[in-house]
């Protein structure tokens, strides 16, 4: 779709203002407003967006292009508004379903990661529900499906199955780093080099760090796979998809960012979340360790670890965490990152980090200390400082 900024006018920049009135977000029109009016993208207007975007954990720019676009029609739905069901040609998307997710999972059934979108799991989650408490477990979220889950109250639960079970599998994955299958997603690609300056592309740098660091972890004995090759620029979705049917245990999706502002810098890392509750505490674990590694390696300023809601971290059925690595319109950042020997630092920083992650905090040496030599060695079998 077309971006929509402030200055534009048509009828789509009419849509997003009814859609953020609807949300309260804005002061509807009162009737001197002509159509005109409403059909402006105005200053009032960009501050509207940019609070639905900071509530949403998408980018915060004033903006609407396509996320913000989806996730303000998702908004327009709240449960109860319309019937839900599997759909498999279109599947329904909207905060409605999100809802019912959350919903489900919190009376114990698994309808997987709340995503907002109405698929195969959430379905089956729906018909065990309503097996349970009686009804014919036709799948269908109707008034009379909604009359129960309305009925039953809110339980008090110790947590959202599906998050939950990524905790258990990672229990059950134990210490060692061998056959530990790991998608390294690097940013963009192909003809989307994403943040450039001069010749230096962040598609570039990012595939460069990705090689060191798939070098690493098959030496280390894990089963390392490259989400795409330099070619190819694959929709966050696609990218998901593959890490989902290669069956990984954890996706570490590599990037640098970019800023109109030369000061921009330093280190960020994210993982799944809503910001309204739903965290993938694993995911949040391995940001935190991979953020902690990197800043205790390199020293660049701390951007903070943040949950968010995007594309490939909320589609991926694994631990996924996405990392920005410095600023590339920063001269210091962008300097550090040339140098081969700084990536081998970031390589070595991430894969202690996915270390650390599987020992569950045993057996742990203080962050910036563990070598790529000592990972070999305990892989071996030899204990540290045993
Ligand atoms: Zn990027």
């Given at each position: 779709m077309q971006l929509l900024s402030r200055g534009d006018t048509g009828p789509a920049v009419a849509e997003v203002r009814a859609a953020l009135e609807a949300l309260g977000l804005l002061e509807p029109a009162d009737a001197a407003h002509s159509v005109f009016d409403a059909a402006l993208f105005d200053s009032a207007l960009e501050d509207a967006v940019r609070a639905f975007q900071q509530n949403r954990g998408l980018i915060t720019d004033g903006v609407v292009g396509t996320a913000t676009y989806r996730a303000l029609r998702d908004a327009r739905w709240s449960l109860g508004d319309r019937m839900l069901c599997l759909q498999t040609t279109n599947m329904m998307t909207g905060d409605d379903v999100f809802a019912l997710q959350e919903r489900l999972l919190e009376l114990g059934?698994?309808?997987?990661?709340?995503?907002g979108a109405f698929g195969r799991q959430t379905e089956q989650a729906l018909r065990s529900f309503q097996r349970d408490y009686g009804m014919a477990p036709d799948g269908i979220c109707g008034p009379r499906t909604l009359r129960h889950l309305g009925y039953l109250g809110r339980k008090v639960t110790g947590g959202r199955p599906g998050l939950l079970r990524e905790q258990e599998r990672l229990h059950k994955?134990?210490?060692?780093?061998?056959?530990k299958r790991i998608v390294i997603d690097p940013g963009h690609g192909g003809s989307h080099p994403g943040g450039a300056v001069g010749d230096v592309t962040e598609a570039g740098l990012v595939s460069d760090i990705a090689r060191r660091l798939e070098g690493r972890m098959s030496a280390a004995g894990m089963e390392a796979l490259l989400s795409h090759g330099p070619q190819d620029c694959p929709t966050d979705a696609e990218r998901a998809g593959f890490a989902n049917s290669a069956g990984a245990d954890v996706v570490l999706s590599l990037h640098i960012d970019a800023n109109p502002s030369p000061a921009a810098n330093g280190l960020a890392a994210f993982h799944f979340g809503t910001g309204t509750g739903a965290t993938s505490t694993v995911g949040e674990a391995l940001a935190g360790y991979i953020h902690r590694e990197l800043l205790a390696r390199t020293r660049m300023t701390d951007c903070g670890v943040h949950p968010r809601p995007w594309e490939l971290l909320r589609l991926t059925r694994m631990p996924a965490v996405r990392v920005?690595?410095?600023?590339?319109?920063?001269d210091s950042d962008r300097h550090r990152l040339l140098d081969p020997a700084f990536r081998d630092v970031v390589a070595e920083g991430i894969l202690v980090a996915v270390k650390r992650l599987y020992l569950l905090g045993q057996n742990d040496k203080p962050t910036?200390?563990?070598?790529f030599s000592d990972i070999l060695q305990r892989e071996e079998g030899s204990p540290i400082g045993a």
């Open positions: 059934y698994d309808s997987g990661r709340a995503d994955a134990g210490p060692r780093l061998s056959g920005e690595i410095g600023y590339l319109t920063n910036g200390t563990f070598t």
